[in-house]
């Protein structure tokens, strides 16, 4: 399997976690995608969208970093980050989304502050951006107080924990003042989830 990644996209994060926690992580051939240049746009031809990550497996393009996911777990024999039990199966689901939107909400920060001309960076948008992570932020501490050691993770988990470490990557929101629940989480989570030191995103 080859993977098209950049190594501070929280997306690309959520896949290469869930490798490492699926036995994957060493039948990845990794690619990284310099979107500065020439060769890294061409790289990105096969995805009609140019995101990351992209993945090749059995000739085939799998994009999105969901359906990467999904495709994991399959490919793990099923129910393993996400769920069987289809009550289950849909608050994992619906929580996964929750934390997704405030990751498209912390890219567009970075897109805002990053693309644009300082005089141009418009701060109400910016700010309306970081009011949507704040009340997912308290939806989520409201109802994820812990990490069970012993469980497999969710791919809620999984994507709650790259969204934490990118919002301290790009010191983008102080969640920890925003859901102080979270922090007990994140400290076991890190702890014991296989890849996750190792897939820190990185400059």
Do not use: C
């Amino acid at each position: 399997m080859k993977l098209f990644y950049t190594p501070a996209s929280p997306y690309v994060r959520k896949v290469m976690m869930s490798a490492h926690i699926l036995g994957f992580a060493n039948d990845l051939e990794l690619e990284t995608v310099d979107w500065s240049s020439a060769d890294g746009i061409a790289k990105l031809a096969l995805n009609p969208l140019a995101k990351v990550p992209a993945l090749i497996a059995d000739g085939k393009l799998i994009a999105d970093s969901r359906v990467i996911m999904e495709y994991f777990d399959l490919r793990a024999g099923g129910g393993k980050i996400i769920p069987n039990d289809p009550e289950t199966r849909i608050d994992v689901l619906s929580q996964a989304a929750l934390i997704e939107g405030m990751i498209d909400a912390s890219i567009l920060i970075v897109y805002e502050t990053r693309l644009r001309p300082e005089n141009m960076v418009m701060d109400s948008i910016m700010q309306r951006y970081r009011d949507k992570i704040i009340r997912g932020l308290a939806m989520v501490g409201a109802s994820t107080s812990s990490y069970d050691n012993g469980a497999m993770p969710t791919i809620a988990d999984i994507s709650l924990a790259a969204l934490l470490d990118y919002l301290d990557f790009r010191d983008i929101v102080s969640w920890r003042d925003h859901a102080p629940h979270l922090v007990d989480w994140m400290a076991s989570f890190a702890a014991v989830v296989p890849g996750h030191q190792d897939t820190m995103p990185k400059a």
